[in-house]
């Protein structure tokens, strides 16, 4: 992950969102609170930052989020309708009006031949909107989770422009 590339694309994230009055949360599988550090790591970001959710158990996907469990059962935690879904729940439950999610299988274990390890599914909502992309991402754990994050960011700042 190309730090200094992250923390300007998040800074200009950030003022857009503090200049429309607008706040961001996450909800986070795979990256296990990464965006959200990442997105903190920025000063002033509690201007616009609501806060996150650390949704690595189905369980949390549904009780905090409200990932309908047949959804889950359905089409598996990584999958468009669960990140829809995740992304939509933290705008409700953190009162924000941006929100970005990601669900994904860093590895090194858990890929199947249908989602092999570096599949993630990564949704950004706001109020009467969402949109959804599938990656699937190479390296070791740690290079999935930082191109998800990357990806994650990137994705914000078309959507907070």
């Excluded at 190309?2 to 795979?30: F, K, N």
């Excluded at 939509?88 to 009162?95: D, I, R, V, W, Y």
């Excluded at 989602?115 to 949704?123: R, S």
């Amino acid at each position: 992950m190309d730090t200094y590339l992250v923390a300007r694309a998040v800074a200009e994230i950030g003022e857009c969102l503090r200049v429309q009055d607008h706040l961001l949360a996450t909800a986070e599988s795979c990256t296990g609170g990464l965006i959200a550090s990442t997105l903190t790591d920025t000063p002033g970001s509690s201007e616009w930052f609501a806060g996150s959710v650390v949704a690595y158990a189905n369980e949390v996907k549904t009780k905090l989020l409200g990932v309908p469990e047949t959804t889950l059962e359905q089409y598996g935690a990584v999958s468009e309708p669960v990140v829809i879904a995740m992304a939509q729940g933290a705008l409700k439950a953190l009162g924000a009006d941006v929100s970005v999610a990601v669900s994904g299988i860093a590895g090194p274990g858990g890929g199947t031949p249908d989602k092999p390890v570096g599949t993630v599914w990564i949704a950004w909502a706001w109020p009467g909107g969402n949109r959804a992309r599938q990656y699937n991402f190479q390296g070791t754990r740690d290079q999935i989770k930082g191109q998800t994050v990357m990806a994650a960011v990137n994705g914000l700042l078309g959507v907070t422009k």
